[in-house]
């Protein structure tokens, strides 16, 4: 397949840089360039970025219609609203312009609302987009995703360890190298890749493997 090369666009982004107190474009008007610029297909590996947004919008509006969605989404409120009625009404209703881990999670929602809290189907809905994600024919974005998974894991890994929450309970399990080593040595019970990443992070290599080799132990 020929690839479609965007150097007037790169080259028309504006710069960053660390410490800027606010950003040169907004996300809306950055998207309204994208949507002018890009072809549909890559206009579509774009959009399913924001659909961060449209999951934690989806959440809202099943806990409660009359929720204002977050700005910045793919879908408006009407759009999600009607989805919901939709698949309430009716099980195979059909996905047109929505994500594809959408349907199966509303259905999911409504049958569990009454025995998991908030923070699980927080935790479910982004297991699914991450799964959707993976399953991409684009090996740039699946390995962005594969890298986006397995750094949440490590940051949910050390806000466990520091705060003594349920590891299990707050995965977001995934099959990639980090997610199948987790699973496989669960009941070990210590994460000791995060001692190495935090050490590694501050630039301290030969104290992380020191760290490292003593958690093995």
């Known amino acids: 397949m020929a690839s479609t090369n965007y150097y007037y666009l790169v080259s028309g982004l504006p710069v960053l840089h660390f410490g800027m107190d606010k950003l ?8 309204e360039e994208l949507e002018r610029s890009l072809c549909e297909q890559d206009m579509q590996l774009v959009r399913s970025i924001f659909y961060r947004l449209d999951n934690a919008n989806l959440l809202r509006l099943l806990q409660n219609s009359d929720n204002k969605a977050i700005p910045g989404g793919n879908l408006t409120s009407v ?6 009625k939709d698949l309430k009404e009716n099980d195979n209703s059909p996905l047109t312009g929505m994500p594809e881990h959408f349907k199966a999670f509303v259905p999911a929602y ?12 927080e935790d479910m809905l982004a297991g699914m987009y991450f799964a959707s994600m993976l399953q991409t024919e684009n090996e740039f974005v699946k390995r962005w995703y594969e890298f986006e998974l397995d750094l949440t894991n490590v940051q949910i890994a ?13 995965f977001i399990w995934g099959q990639n190298e980090i997610g199948k080593w987790t699973l496989a040595h669960f009941q ?7 001692c190495f990443v935090r050490c590694l992070w501050r630039g301290r290599k030969s104290t992380g493997r020191k760290q490292l080799d003593r958690a093995r132990a």
């Open 188 to 194: 070990r019970q210590r994460l000791w890749c995060t």
């Open 158 to 170: 050390i806000q466990c360890r520091k705060f003594n929450f349920d590891k299990e309970k707050n």
């Open 24 to 31: 040169p474009v907004s996300i809306e008007q950055l998207k």
């Open 110 to 121: 409504f049958s569990e609302k009454d025995s998991l809290g908030t923070a699980s189907f």
């Open 79 to 84: 759009n999600l609203l009607e989805f919901i």
